[in-house]
Nanobody, 112 residues
């Protein structure tokens, strides 16, 4: 059974940090991205990483985000610093190549 599971969400405070994990099972996690669906907004890309480890950082988190991947554990990570209210929402792990493309998401909750 192919699975893509996010973890690490919870309550955060403005200016704080978070570390999210995405673990694939049943297939190899290669290139992937982290997406955020903020309240009332469309799901959008936050950061991405190639199968070789090259990162892509969106302007919304420029200078605040780090994406990494551990091939041995089939796990990718998102570190986001200096959290802003607009960083809140459900974060999804998305694999570029299936069979499982999307995880179920992990929610980041906070207040201004």
């Amino acid at each position: 059974q192919a699975q893509l599971v996010e973890s690490g969400g919870g309550y955060v405070q403005p200016g704080g940090s978070l570390r999210l994990s995405c673990t694939a099972s049943g297939f190899t996690l290669g290139a992937m991205g982290w997406y955020l669906q903020a309240p009332g907004k469309q799901r959008e890309l936050v950061v991405a990483i190639s199968s070789g480890g090259s990162p892509t950082i969106m302007d919304s988190v420029n200078g605040r985000a780090t994406i990494s991947k551990e091939d041995g554990s089939n796990t990718a990570y998102l570190e986001l610093r200096n959290l802003k209210p607009e960083d809140r929402g459900v974060y999804y792990c998305k694999a570029r190549w299936g069979p499982k493309y999307w995880g179920q998401g992990t929610q980041v909750i906070g207040s201004a």
